[in-house]
């Protein structure tokens, strides 16, 4: 496996951003979530005219990596055209602390993909709902 360096998975994202829908706000989001087998999954966000269907493309590319099969993950990246780059909402937030406990979470501004910064899930989502299985012992 070759070893995915944080600045290719922020161009992995960057590339997927181009792929956004976003007709009504203009917000073009992508991310890249990278596998612990060293998969690049990307998404990007998707608008609809009742704001509550639209989905976020962090969410777009978990969906995506946990419906191909894949449950373990190292690092998610995301880009928009926003000043230190786009923060997941809360939403975003929950699903990953569910689905990657463990993500490195790196966020970069579109425009110059330079500045990048590095968050923990649990940095982002303290104290995060998490329900415990019934069968867990």
Request: glycine letters at 8%; charged letters at 20%; hydrophobic letters at 45%.
């Amino acid at each position: 496996m070759a070893k995915i360096s944080k600045k290719d998975l922020i161009e992995a994202a960057f590339r997927a951003r181009q792929r956004a829908v976003a007709p009504y706000s203009k917000f073009k989001v992508g991310a890249a979530l990278l596998t612990k087998s060293g998969k690049i999954i990307t998404g990007a966000n998707v608008e609809s005219a009742s704001y509550g269907l639209t989905c976020c493309a962090e969410r777009v590319a978990l969906f995506t990596a946990l419906t191909e099969g894949h449950r373990r993950f190292a690092a998610i990246a995301i880009v928009a055209r926003a000043p230190g780059g786009p923060m997941p909402c809360g939403a975003c937030r929950q699903l990953l602390v569910e689905y990657a406990p463990n993500l490195l979470v790196w966020v970069a501004d579109g425009a110059s993909r330079r500045q990048i910064r590095e968050f923990s899930v649990g940095e982002l989502l303290p104290a995060a709902f998490v329900e415990v299985p019934k069968n867990s012992g």
